[in-house]
């Protein structure tokens, strides 16, 4: 097992003493901590990426609080970039403090992580993110589970944590890395998977053993994954080594700080996730003084009261009960997750798993967002966010929160614009949201916050534009108003007005004019006015000049007026149902410029489109569905009156007219709204009639669509129109009698006054509703 100069694993000589963990695990911390205090070593060597050897002292920094994470990525490339995630139960960590604090050396021993960065993905020299699930390391297969099954037990978690996890350190430290070790390399010598990367990864992990024996150090701890103990015990020659490291390509020029880190990002298992399923629940194993069960129960009591739950300290005293004899039943030597899960589902929340899920997110999971010092490298464009975040009151946390800002100040307004800036960078720090207070106005703003532990990629990312979080935005706007199509643009320009970007707004509206006087697709033009016109909106709160705007978006209309009518004919489906789409919106933007006679010069195009049937067979004119949606808007707008509206609809229904695109008419005039059903009782007879009146062909062939229609009309309307077509006859010809009969006067007089009071007005009540007088 041993040669000269090296350890059994496990075990101590004057040289090495081979610590074997699981990453993120709070017995192997634990472990770690009472080996490292019997060894009293004299250096440190922990699995991780040499590149960090010079910022490792910063972790004795009070202002360091994990969980935090190395971050590393090229310097040409900062997309390229790699995690090593740690929490305060990870073994790692344990040691690097263990070091630090007294001031021994520390050393990374891994491959570095240039290597990876300059390696094609799944080769031998790629970094190691993070450790999976089930595993003591990233390895093709899973020792723990082999482990388990060698052991009689199916569940490799449930089974790791009894053996290693829920145990406290004996009189012997050493003595778990011993056992570890051995079942180890066991594992190892009837052919556990060794991949090409985990062979080179080793070697290089001998060459900083070697090296560290080199400088002198005779007690030299080293903690790293328990798969590659066995290969770390037995060292082979220097050649050997040196050919497996031989075939490494050549290094970019790498970066390395460290970021905050968080335990939601901790659970995940893909991406630069950990894949730690229950990080709350091993940071309180760690950090737990005494029996850990009591105290996880009151805090999850103490967390369903804060919610709402009606949960006591009776409740409390049962669960720790029941999670006991659990644990008992199924031989346990102490009430794991499982059995405190199960103990708070049928005590505290009464068999409910809604209530149980808020305790696993918020407790078995959490939100705890670590912290690190201003000491720290960092980008110059991370060091302006992180002033202007102080500046602002702007605390990055992983916990999600709504942020509400009233633009008529100026810190909300600095706010906001920090916000879209850092937006448009690709860091969605805050990302628009539907506020909880209505308002009509436009000087309130609301954003949904959630700092992510990957912003620190985008920020390195984000750097090669400018030192500044301003500074940047500027240059990435200037960048991308070359590439933008003309939709992009205009939603460019409102960004630019939004963030405050008054340096790169003109020469975006300088592309923007020339991009939309070569663009004739009437599509194009009616998806890039709206963003135009709700930039105007907002440039009034702001403060913004947006005399260039105007004229911007008043062109941008005339030419869809005009180009509106022919650009109609002729379309499938699919683009019939695009467009549609875009006549609302554009609508409701024409609606909100000022500009001189544009209302009537929209109408008129409405109303081109509106009598452009097809006469000569569906190529030859507009859809049903965007006839029947300019009909609509122009009754809403008062340019159509009720009995134009059904003769329209009359005349659509009739024989002539081919049921599909009588269906999409329909579908059309009634799209965000069916109340009118209600209000004008002819057009719903109307549309009885025609349903009624189409055989049983077409009627099968149309009615996918109406079904369509009617499932997007509010949910009273649906049930009142149903209940007038159940209740018999609709007469489709107007009868200057009221819906239902004739009016009860005596009844509707007596609302009055209540109807007085809402309105605030004095009531007048004829004098014959009284009855005195007939």
Not at 119 to 145: C, K, Q, R, Y
Not at 222 to 240: D, I, M, N, R, S
Not at 727 to 739: I, K, Q, T
Request: net charge negative.
């Amino acid at each position: 097992m041993t040669s000269p100069g090296t350890t059994a694993p496990g075990t101590t000589t004057p040289d090495v003493t081979l610590l074997g963990v699981r990453h993120h695990g709070p017995g192997s911390a634990r472990a770690v901590g009472a080996a490292l205090a019997q060894l009293a070593p004299d250096a440190v060597l922990v699995e991780g990426p040499p590149e960090a050897d010079g910022i490792v002292g910063l972790a004795a920094e009070k202002d360091m609080v994990p969980p935090v994470a190395l971050l590393a990525h090229a310097v040409d490339d900062p997309a390229r970039a790699a995690f090593w995630p740690y929490a305060e139960f990870s073994p790692e960590w344990v040691a690097i403090r263990y070091a630090v604090e007294r001031e021994l050396p520390v050393r990374f021993i891994d491959l570095p992580a240039a290597y990876g960065f300059a390696a094609e993905p799944g080769t031998a020299a790629g970094p190691e993110p993070a450790a999976g699930p089930g595993t003591a390391d990233d390895t093709s297969a899973d020792p723990i589970a082999l482990l388990a099954e060698a052991a009689g037990h199916d569940d490799p978690e449930r089974w790791w944590e009894d053996v290693v996890e829920h145990r406290t350190p004996g009189a012997d430290a050493l003595a778990p890395f011993a056992a570890v070790a051995e079942a180890m390399a066991a594992l190892r010598a009837e052919g556990l998977a060794e991949s090409r990367r985990d062979l080179v990864r080793e070697a290089y992990m001998r060459q900083r053993i070697r090296a560290a024996r080199r400088a002198g150090h005779r007690r030299i701890a080293v903690v790293c994954g328990a798969f590659h103990v066995p290969a770390l015990a037995q060292l082979p020659t220097v050649a050997h080594d040196r050919a497996l490291l031989a075939e490494l390509p050549k290094k970019p020029r790498t970066d390395i700080t460290w970021v905050p880190w968080t335990h939601r990002r901790l659970a995940q298992s893909t991406g630069y996730g950990a894949g730690i399923e229950s990080p709350g629940w091993y940071h309180h194993l760690y950090a737990a003084a005494g029996d850990p069960v009591p105290q996880w129960l009151a805090r999850a009591a103490e967390l369903l009261r804060a919610e709402d739950h009606p949960v006591s300290s009776a409740h409390v005293i049962e669960a720790v009960r029941l999670a006991e004899t659990l644990a008992a039943l199924r031989g346990r030597p102490l009430a794991g997750l499982t059995e405190t899960l199960d103990a708070i589902r049928a005590v505290m929340c009464d068999g409910s798993d809604v209530a149980l899920e808020l305790v696993r997110d918020r407790l078995v999971i959490g939100d705890a967002l670590g912290e690190v010092p201003e000491a720290a490298p960092a980008v110059p464009l991370q060091r302006d966010l992180a002033r202007l975040q102080r500046t602002l009151r702007l605390k990055p946390a992983a916990a999600p929160r709504d942020l509400d800002l009233d633009l008529r100040k100026d810190t909300d307004v600095a706010r906001s614009r920090l916000l879209h800036r850092l937006r448009l960078l690709g860091i969605e720090w805050g990302v628009p949201a539907r506020s909880a207070v209505t308002s009509t106005g436009t000087f309130r703003e609301s954003w949904r916050l959630c700092w992510q532990p990957e912003f620190a990629v985008r920020i390195a990312e984000a750097a090669q534009w400018g030192t500044t979080v301003e500074d940047a935005a500027t240059a990435k706007a200037a960048a991308a108003r070359a590439a933008a199509e003309l939709a992009e643009l205009t939603g460019l320009v409102e960004t630019c007005l939004l963030a405050g970007l008054a340096t790169a707004l003109p020469a975006v509206m300088r592309v923007l004019a020339d991009r939309a006087a070569l663009d004739t697709d009437v599509a194009h033009l009616a998806a890039a006015l709206p963003a135009l016109v709700r930039a105007l909106r907002y440039g009034d709160v702001r403060g913004t000049d947006h005399g260039a705007l105007g004229e911007a978006a008043t062109g941008l209309a005339d030419r869809i007026c005009v180009g509106l009518p022919p650009a109609c004919v002729g379309l499938d489906a699919a683009s019939a149902a695009d467009l549609r789409a875009r006549l609302d919106e554009v609508h409701g933007a024409i609606g909100l410029l000022a500009a001189d006679g544009l209302a009537d010069r929209w109408a008129a195009a409405l109303h081109a489109v509106a009598r452009h049937e097809p006469a000569g067979g569906p190529a030859t004119g507009a859809p049903g569905l965007l006839r029947g949606r300019a009909v609509r808007l122009l009754l809403d707008d008062g340019r159509l009156d009720s009995d134009e509206a059904g003769r329209r609809l009359r005349l659509v229904l009739s024989a002539a007219s081919a049921p599909a695109d009588a269906a999409g008419w329909i579908e059309g005039f009634l799209a965000g709204g069916g109340a009118l059903l209600l209000h004008d009782p002819r057009l719903l007879a109307l549309l009885d009639e025609w349903l009624t009146g189409v055989s049983d062909a077409t009627f099968t062939d149309v009615l996918p669509l109406l079904r369509r229609t009617f499932s997007g009309l509010e949910a009273g309307v649906r049930s009142t129109v149903g209940a007038r077509v159940a209740a018999g006859p609709l007469d489709a010809e107007p009868s200057g009698e009221p819906v239902g009969g004739e009016l009860d006067r005596a009844r509707a007089d007596a609302a009055v006054p209540v109807v007085a009071l809402l309105l605030g007005v004095r009531p007048s009540i004829p004098r014959q509703a009284s009855g005195r007088n007939t």
